[in-house]
């Protein structure tokens, strides 16, 4: 689990600077040579392993994984996601994603669907990755089909519209409207 206040940029670069410095050095004792290591794992790579990650039933962080996401983004279960506060057409939307090296959002799953919901209070309409080739044909952007028993579409459906997620429903809508947006991207696995 994550510490919430330590979700920072600096506690990821810390962590990964502590883990990769970390390796085998050659050190000169006399005149045969040993390997030593310059930054043991219990001293630095797993001590900040602890800070970020709560570990299980107070036990040891040491062999537990725990997933964490970059700052101002929201954990949940594997995923990282990110909503925008200003709004764009959805061609920017998903620019703005992809500079963030995620992509916009593609909703699968109930879960995911009430997590999005839960922190952005749900009624707000949201660019997500959703696209309509046809007018019966609503398409991911990851390629995968979509599931209209998870998400309802309201309105009339045209070719090259995009899908605007407002609580459990996609409102069909040109793509050159603008709102707000929501990103994922993958959790790190520490």
Known sequence: MLLEGLQTKQALDA????????????ASSGSRQKTVWENPPSKNCEALKW?????????????????????????????????SKEKQNWNKSQEDCTAKKSRIAVIQRQEELDFI????????????????TSPAGWIWIDGSPFNSTLLQVTGTVQANSCGMLKGNKVISESCS???????ETEALLV
């Not at 919901?117 to 309509?132: K, M, P, R």
């Open 51 to 83: 800070l970020l990650c709560k570990p299980h039933d107070n036990g040891s962080a040491e062999n537990s994984q725990c997933k964490i996401c970059q700052e101002n983004w929201l954990l949940h279960e594997d995923k990282c996601f990110w909503a």
């Open 177 to 183: 409207a603008v709102t707000k947006w929501i990103c």
């Open 15 to 26: 962590l990964q600077k502590a883990c990769a410095s970390q390796g085998p050095s050659t």
């Open 117 to 132: 919901q839960s922190i952005t209070e749900g009624a707000q309409l949201l660019w997500i990755g959703l696209t309509a």
